[in-house]
């Protein structure tokens, strides 16, 4: 788990540090909520407990490159626990990394397509800590690969300040544990689009 949030930051900090003059940064941060199969729903390995549910902050950023072309990370996690089995704690946490494409409409609204995979790793809490060299902590973590596809709109609403309405759709491998192997996510963010020099003006004129 501490493995996948560092590489997450080591990505956020390598587009950042991309040229000003790159032809377009975003970076947003927002939250929704999650659906997925229920526990009535679970059949034959899949075990009855529902995945979905719950607040879901979520961080995003990207870096188009080429005709609104480019390639983009996400993260977003259950901000209060779930009860599993009516027993344990748990927490999802679901890691992405995608191809995107944002075509302008018009001055005013881009598209947003993504496409991609990732990782949904899902903290188990316990009531003990479990130690190593270097840290302790109060869960385990069960990872299973995980392919994503999503979509949304962004509306600028102030130059480079946009919201973006969006749904997610992520599609979890062996994802046993759980009721089903899709979950889907809705949500709104706030961003902000970095330009180069010449989409800047474009946008503000």
Known sequence: MKNNFWLVVVLGLTLLALPARAQQLDAAFGVGTTSAPSA????????????????????????????????????????????????????????????????????????????????????????????NLFTCTDFSTVNHFAGHVGGGVRLYIWRNLFLRPEVHAYFIHNNVEFSGAHLIRYGVSIGYSFRGDEEDRGRRH
Request: aromatic share 16%; proline share 7%.
């Open 40 to 131: 009535s729903d679970a059949t034959g390995k899949f075990f009855p407990q529902s995945m979905g549910g719950g607040a879901s902050p979520a961080f995003s950023a990207d870096f188009l490159f080429i005709h609104h072309l480019g390639v983009g990370f996400d993260v977003n996690w259950r901000a209060s626990q779930n009860i599993y089995a009516g027993v344990q704690p748990f927490r999802p946490v679901l890691y992405t990394f995608d191809a995107v494409w944002a075509p302008r409409i018009s001055r005013q609204v881009s598209g947003e397509l993504q496409g991609g995979i990732g990782v949904s790793a899902t903290r188990f809490y316990q009531p003990f800590l479990s130690c």
